[in-house]
């Protein structure tokens, strides 16, 4: 059966540090990835989505970027995290494109 | 208009009671359509998939009105255990980018 981990769970950062949430699926091959953000009292921003390795675009400008590395990774960065990136980050799996999608646990980022 | 709009609630419901959301969608070229449950800081987990036919899971109930561009989610014998955000996603008309509803709020007391 397929699985989906991130890590970590929660992450407290200052303003201006740099940023690297990791997302990785098994038990399938050449999933559709998403990244999402959901702002405290707020619904799901699609931020980045991913069909292949090396293929990302991307939803909202804003100072964050992907990366797919290998088939199964998906990799949410950022140079240096302003106060408006707090939230939960998660990141989703599906087997094809407009499908069931299945969700990790999710970062909680707190920026201070 | 908003690509996904959906009633915040909350919805109050006593146990065993009947409550059904609806789910607007404005690109009428949307092909596919979900319901989510999303616990209290916990990851959202799929319900289950509108299909145009419907769709029905026990207690569960999902229809897509393709004229008035609506799904609607009914859940019957409402438990303790259904309280949670109901979140619906309807995919971009041709894109299939996912776009998610704020959520709606059930809350099902004793």
């Known amino acids: 059966s397929q699985t989906i981990h991130q890590w970590p769970a929660t992450l407290v950062q200052p303003v201006g540090s740099p940023l690297s949430l990791e997302c990785t699926v098994e038990g399938t091959s050449n999933p559709n990835l998403y990244w999402y953000r959901q702002a405290a009292g707020r619904g799901l921003q699609l931020l980045f989505y991913s069909v292949g390795i090396g293929q990302i675009s991307s939803e909202v400008p804003q100072n964050l970027s992907a990366s797919r590395p290998q088939d199964r990774q998906f990799i949410l960065s950022s140079k240096k995290l302003l106060l408006s990136d707090s939230g939960f980050y998660l990141c989703?799996?599906?087997?094809?494109?407009?499908?069931?999608?299945?969700f990790g646990p999710g970062t909680r980022l707190t920026v201070t | 208009r908003k690509e996904v709009e959906q009633d915040p609630g909350p919805f109050n419901v006593p146990e065993g009671a009947t409550v059904a959301f609806n789910c607007t969608y404005s690109n009428s070229a949307s092909q596919s359509f979900f319901w989510y449950r999303q616990d209290c800081r916990k990851e959202p987990k799929l319900l289950m998939s509108v299909y145009s036919s419907g769709n029905e899971d026990g207690r569960f109930t999902a229809q897509l009105n393709r004229a008035s561009q609506y799904i609607s989610l009914l859940i019957r014998d409402s438990k303790l255990s259904d309280s949670a955000t109901y979140l619906c996603v309807v995919n971009r008309g041709g894109s299939y980018i996912p776009t998610f509803g704020r959520g709606t709020s059930l809350i099902v007391h004793p």
């Open positions: 989703a799996w599906a087997l094809t494109q407009g499908g069931e999608q299945y």
